[in-house]
């Protein structure tokens, strides 16, 4: 960490979650409850000890109704990030922010829905076209194209992208195979015991063409939390803390929300950004990074990634991805806990819970002796990205 980085003054020393299904049986309140209490049990801290809580402007969970349901008391920091999954490390960095200033002692960051048995975000929202809002306005020039879903949108980028670098749908198959083999072992994840092949996702089907459906994430009901608090705090707690090194939030020029191919050449210029403001901070490189817990609610944004951060030169991820360089042993072990893809869909903030594990070697997927790991948020969105150590 560089001696200008606003951070390394904050920790996440508490995580928790619920079961990760796909009908929960009970209220999106109760979920967020269970897993802050969760946390704060994995802490050791009481929910007195919280001053402070952020989330996304798209959990229906309001701060207080959190708060009231978990037994925390006065609050003294409240935040909320924009565009779902891509706010999911930017969470944190509000948190350690606070934090640093002394704003808040301890923050608790919260996501939890019912995203399967509630409501789809992969499905149609016919809302948006009659939103009185620049959301109306945007999806006003996709949506009479039939680029009504995230699937669809991103397709039109994935296409793109195969032109450009020679990838193609088996090179996408690899991350599908590499997070589910995670998740096979993970008894936390939906798919455990549930490993599958590359033919398994060469014939699945076409959802937009060229994604299959075995390239999008699966939809999760679920919730889970983080606590946070200062360094010094947190070397008298339970757990060996792990510190926030770099945090950033990035949006890239004539960025919009999963409908940035008005660009001359579409890509994931945000997470570019992101990737050096991360360097920066931290004074550190990708050589640095042995595991990383990459985003990955479309397959093909998983190598677009790769790139961006700098693992490999743009073009290159689907030659990067060859001879197991993404499994333990490999140049960079990904996704350990089975990813959004095998694990579940928490907009992302459970890949921070795996690299909080990793970094207390407590994974059910460990990879040996990590000292730095790299997370990122939402692609295609407005996006953010950590760096734990």
């Known amino acids: 960490m560089t001696a200008d980085s606003p951070f390394g003054r904050a920790a996440i020393v508490g995580i928790g979650a619920t079961d990760f299904t796909k009908n929960s049986g009970r209220s999106e309140l109760r979920l967020a409850a269970e897993a802050v209490l969760a946390a704060l049990s994995d802490a050791g801290l009481s929910p007195s000890y919280v001053d402070g809580v952020v989330t996304l402007t798209m959990d229906k969970n309001a701060e207080v109704a959190v708060a009231r349901a978990t037994g925390i008391g006065d609050l003294t ?35 939890a829905f019912n995203e399967r048995s509630g409501m789809r975000y992969g499905q149609v929202q016919l809302e948006f076209l009659t939103s009185p809002d620049s959301t109306g306005y945007e999806a006003s020039f996709a949506y009479p194209h039939g680029l009504s879903t995230p699937a669809a949108q991103v397709a039109v980028i994935a296409r793109r992208y195969m032109q450009l670098s020679g990838a193609g749908s088996r090179d996408f198959g690899v991350i599908l195979v590499v997070d589910r083999k995670h998740a096979a072992t993970n008894p936390n994840a939906y798919f455990y015991r549930q490993p599958i092949t590359l033919d398994d ?44 090194l770099a945090a950033a939030q990035a949006a890239g020029r004539d960025q919009y929300s999963m409908l940035s191919y008005y660009r001359t050449e579409p890509g994931l210029p945000a997470m570019g950004l992101v990737a050096r403001q991360l360097w920066a901070q931290s004074g550190l490189g990708p050589a640095d990074i042995r595991t990383a817990m990459l985003y990955d609610h479309f397959t093909p944004y998983v190598l677009m990634q790769l790139e961006e951060l700098g693992f490999c030169a743009r073009g290159d991820a689907k030659d990067f991805l060859k001879d197991g360089a993404v499994e333990v042993g490999g140049r960079l072990a990904l996704n350990r806990h089975g990813g959004q893809i095998g694990e579940a869909y928490i907009h992302g903030l459970n890949g921070i819970a795996e690299a909080v594990r990793q970094l207390r070697g407590s994974s059910v997927n460990q990879v040996p002796d990590a000292r730095h790991v790299l997370v990122t948020a939402g692609t295609g969105v407005p996006t953010s990205g950590l760096i734990l150590g």
């Not at 565009?83 to 808040?104: D, L």
């Not at 946070?228 to 705090?233: A, D, G, N, P, Y």
């Open 77 to 111: 920091f409240f935040s909320r990030i924009e565009h779902g999954g891509g706010g999911a490390c930017a969470t944190v960095q509000q948190a350690a922010m606070a934090i640093s200033t002394g704003i808040a002692e301890c923050v608790v960051v919260y996501r």
């Open 201 to 244: 996702h060469q014939n699945s089907r076409w959802i937009a063409e060229p994604l299959r459906l075995l390239d999008c994430c699966q939809e999760s009901d679920g919730g889970v939390a983080l606590i946070m608090t200062s360094v010094e705090r947190a070397a008298d707690l339970r757990h060996r803390p792990s510190t926030i």
